[in-house]
């Protein structure tokens, strides 16, 4: 697989090879992950939430299945607020993936479940942030997510 630059800070990682395959340690899951586009991209927001944003690493979580109309789904990364509710559903995707609605509509499906208050999005390359109106069942788009306080 060949590196990509991302439309991130550049950030500091740690690499193994196994079988002559690449693998990515994800702070998070403390472990060594195949290292995929779209882990790439993933590992990336983890950086980001971590050193720039200041979100605490006990409240992020990583590829976990959730159930969603009786389906089993996986959402990428979820950030929680100290009192265990979600504050932030993030949608990882592939550098050559593009975002299109589906991406949108994926990531509400989810937070139908999820309920979170901030919705990111991003193939590394184009990020998305929406905060959501529950009221008028609705996102508004933000500029960023933001830091933890």
């Not at 060949?2 to 990682?13: D, P």
């Not at 586009?37 to 979580?61: D, F, G, T």
């Not at 592939?94 to 949108?104: G, H, L, Y």
Request: aromatic share 14%.
């Amino acid at each position: 697989m060949t590196i990509q630059t991302l439309n991130f800070s550049e950030f500091t990682f740690r690499f193994k090879n196994k079988e002559n395959k690449p693998f990515i340690f994800d702070e998070i899951r403390k472990k060594f992950i195949r290292l995929q586009p779209e882990e790439w991209v993933r590992q990336h927001c983890i950086k980001h939430l971590l050193l720039e944003k200041n979100y605490p690493i006990s409240l992020i979580n990583v590829e976990k299945e959730i159930t969603i109309n009786r389906l089993k789904k996986r959402y990428d990364i979820v950030v929680y607020n100290p009192d265990g509710s979600i504050n932030i559903i993030i949608e990882c995707k592939a550098p050559e993936v593009k975002i299109t609605q589906n991406t949108f509509d994926q990531i509400a499906r989810y937070n139908l479940a999820l309920n979170a208050n901030y919705l990111m999005i991003t193939n590394g390359i184009n990020h998305y942030y929406c905060k959501m109106n529950f009221e008028n069942q609705a996102y508004e788009f933000l500029k960023n997510i933001p830091n933890y306080q």
